[in-house]
């Protein structure tokens, strides 16, 4: 996901009664001793904490015979070709391009006729997460299956020719260091372009196969490729559904909601359903400077950063309900998470506002003991939320149909970080607390479209960027991904963010009390402190920094069937010398921390959404925004097709040259 300043300089976040989860950790490492003293007369002066290992009452106990994977490969060094790069004995190939058809009668990609019509049945722009889905339903396939892509925003002046144009007005600065009076190329959307883009965004829900050979085809007329697209008719469930802060002017249900926008990091249910997060969505609306100062509705909108005036996109000027002039209501009808069935072409995809409104990120599950289901997300802003969702009911394994309505009742939590290493997950239940009327919260329909203001009001731990959020089929630890915080100052920080201007980013180990993943108290540890190692301000599990690779801003993760944390990074090139890659590091044994590059990207991309296959033989991963600062006219690559051919975000998929050998641990399956 790229890290949107959507805020224009303003923190947004930082207003409420949350404590920093740097003042939190700052408390404990100083209480242990970790942090030198003479930090305080620099921000950059901060050692590399040698944290002690948790507390016996913190280490989760293994799935029993589950063993650790050894990995089996050399790491690369930090690259900033314009080529893919990947561990020896592997191959990373472009699969699966913008613009390439989906079905029998969509149009081949022409960047110079772009449509709606087209875009709708093509492969969408920017993709992010990604899901498998094996096929048959309930299999364990790996060479056959469905592979559900989001796609989190549109680049147009990459998309479309002419999109920008010299700005005459425009002349270069004084010096490096002052602003431009007027910016330097002007912005020409039009209807057509607008509407292309509504439909770029979204989702692709693609059947794929491997073949005998080993190469993954497309399978154009499959009965289940579909586009989800920010126009598809989607329906709002639980608390809020039907609430007057969901109404429209054209839907005064309050439930009919049109399309999904900015969908960044996902997950997966245990009944095989995609949910699907809605980040930055504040980007697409305009005109918050209209409404009256004391407007709740305007302060709610102010906390996501919704442009004052015009927004850089300018879709208000095409379509009303970006302006909130005349539709102020339609922000809160994003924010959420989405679920639908990839099985099901014809499913409604379903806004499940019981998990609470935010900038979503994560939405892995995990099935308690008790039978309740736990959905981790983070709330990707500096200064905001991790959350817990837990339901009431119990996942059904014999019977699919009963679990499709599971997310709409249940009970929201936000996490407390405590100094000593615990943690609480604190209930945002109307009536419940400081969430009662009188503090603005009469009904769960109030608490969960303004989530943010209800972990202010219970104190929960603000964090720095918190963003995928997963759980360890192995060994059940919950590892939350923070990916950075510049403005975080020396007296904010904490023992999970020991460092002022976060850069390089962080991973925290969540250990659930009793390994129930519907506990109300947890046990935390930091996993790495990211950077440069030779820096001094690192950590990995306490394994030996002179031996891993440098890595900075982790943003998406996902597991090896051994357990083995895999990190794809955004944002690494600001910190360290080098495009954006993928990493991978052992999360128990005696290499726990031994973090590894395993594949380099290309300039201007961000890598996410990495997911394997079943068997681990196959492991796409999304190359999103790549070239992303230049033009489409002058852009700084043509990655993958070059020659003349337009920049295009793509799914590359990796394997072994083996094709039949596990993907970084080698070996037969």
Known sequence: MIDYEGDKDKIY??????????????????????????????????????LVPAPAAAQGTPTAGAAVGKLAFAPISLDEGSELVVAEGHRATAFLRWGEPLFADAPDFDPEAQTPESQAKQFGYNCDWMGFFPLPQGSDASDHGLLVVNHEYTNPELMFPGYLSPN???????????????????????????????????LSVVEIRRDETGEWQIVRDSEYNRRLTATTPMEATGPAAGTDLLKTSADATGTRISGTLNNCAGGVTPWGTVVTGEENFQQYFANLGQLAEDDPIRVAHDRFGIEEGSSERRW?????????????????RYGWGVEFDPYDPESVPKKRTALGRAKHEGHTSFVAPGGQVAIYSGDDERFEYAYKFVTTGSYDENDRAANMDLLDEGTLYVA????????????????????????????????????????????????????????????????????????????????????????????????????????TTFNWEIFILAGDPAQGSTHFAGFDTDEVSPIASPDNITFDVDGNLWISTDGLGNTLAGNDGLFVVPTEGEERGFVRQFFSSVPGAEVSGPVFTPDNTSLFASIQHPAEGSSYEEPTIRWPDGGDAPVRPSVVVIQAADATARVGTGGAV
């Open 168 to 202: 005459p007005e425009y002349s270069p600065p004084a010096s490096d260091d002052a602003p431009p009076d007027v910016p330097e190329f002007l912005t020409n959307p039009t209807q057509e372009i607008v509407d292309t883009e509504l439909e770029a965004h979204g």
């Open 416 to 519: 407390k970080f405590n100094e000593d290493g615990t943690g609480e997950w604190l209930p945002l239940v109307a009536g419940e607390g400081e969430l009662t009327e009188a503090n603005g919260f009469p009904t769960q329909a109030e608490v969960v479209v303004n989530a943010r203001f209800a972990a202010d009001a219970v104190g929960a731990t603000k964090m720095d960027r918190p963003e995928d959020f997963e759980t360890n089929p192995v060994t059940g630890k919950v590892y939350l991904v923070c990916t950075n915080n510049s403005r975080r100052q020396l007296e904010e920080t904490d023992a999970a963010n020991p460092r002022p201007q976060n850069l390089g980013g962080h991973i925290i180990e969540i250990t659930e009390t009793g390994d129930d993943h519907a506990a």
């Open 316 to 332: 208000e000027e095409f379509h009303d309900r970006f302006d909130l002039t005349k539709e102020p209501n339609e922000p809160f």
């Open 13 to 50: 976040s930082i207003n409420g009664r949350g404590e920093a989860f740097a003042d939190v950790l700052a408390r404990r490492l100083n209480r242990r001793g970790l942090l030198k003293s003479a930090a305080a007369a620099s921000a950059l002066a901060v050692t590399g904490p040698r």
